[in-house]
């Protein structure tokens, strides 16, 4: 851990200690800060306005799903929301984290406080299927009006589930259930390498690769 994260991480559990979950530096030196999605928009708005922090602009919201993350099964929420934030005052970068729970996937949407979070938080509803409460148009952005299912969920179907043509007869275009056969060839593969160090530092070497 460097002075510079050791300083922010400090600085941020004196702040926030009764808010956050978690406040640690990742193996890639990344400060990372969990919180509950009931302290969300007070930790990020005074994220945002507290001169000591100063994190002035949102760069990315994207989602997670854990479903079959890592060798062994997953303990906890399914899904999470992930906050990239940059202070240009004082050169420092901060990852917000939001764990969410399959049942009921709804998070408190920061459009308020960051506007270009707008269409990231489209993107993490139509790939993930996470709800962002009080999101001023909460539409889908990168998949069709008429698609089904969030295809970056890792139960969702290589196939997908419909596919579309155009009836000549009807005279525009429609959508029917998927008509090829399911085929999955694709192997499922745990790197272990120098992008995921373990506390100490050492780096291993192996690659695994699981098919099923």
Request: charged share 25%.
């Given at each position: 851990m460097t002075d510079v994260n050791q300083m922010l991480v400090s600085r941020l559990t004196q702040r926030f200690q009764n808010l956050m979950q978690e406040c640690t530096v990742s193996a890639t030196r990344e400060t990372r800060v969990t919180v509950g999605k009931d302290w969300l928009i007070e930790l990020c708005r005074s994220l945002r306005d507290d001169p000591e922090f100063s994190f002035?602009?949102?760069?990315?919201?994207?989602?997670?799903d854990y479903s079959t993350y890592g060798a062994s099964a997953w303990q906890g929420p399914r899904f999470a929301v992930v906050y990239h934030l940059i202070s240009y005052r004082h050169n420092q970068r901060l990852r917000v984290k939001v764990l969410v729970d399959e049942r009921e996937p709804i998070?408190?949407?920061?459009?308020?406080?960051?506007?270009?979070a707008n269409w990231y938080e489209r993107e993490a509803y139509d790939l993930f299927g996470i709800l962002f409460d009080g999101h001023p148009d909460l539409r889908r952005l990168l998949t069709d009006y008429g698609f089904i299912g969030h295809?970056?969920?890792?139960?969702?179907?290589?196939?997908g589930n419909v596919e579309m043509r155009y009836d000549p007869e009807k005279q525009r275009v429609v959508y029917e259930p998927v008509s090829i056969e399911p085929r999955i060839t694709v192997p499922r593969i745990i790197r272990h390498d120098n992008r995921y160090l373990d506390p100490a530092g050492a780096t291993a070497k192996s690659t695994?690769?699981?098919?099923?």
């Open positions: 002035e602009q949102l760069i990315d919201v994207c989602g997670v998070v408190p949407s920061v459009v308020d406080i960051w506007a270009s295809p970056f969920r890792k139960d969702f179907p290589l196939i695994e690769v699981k098919r099923g």
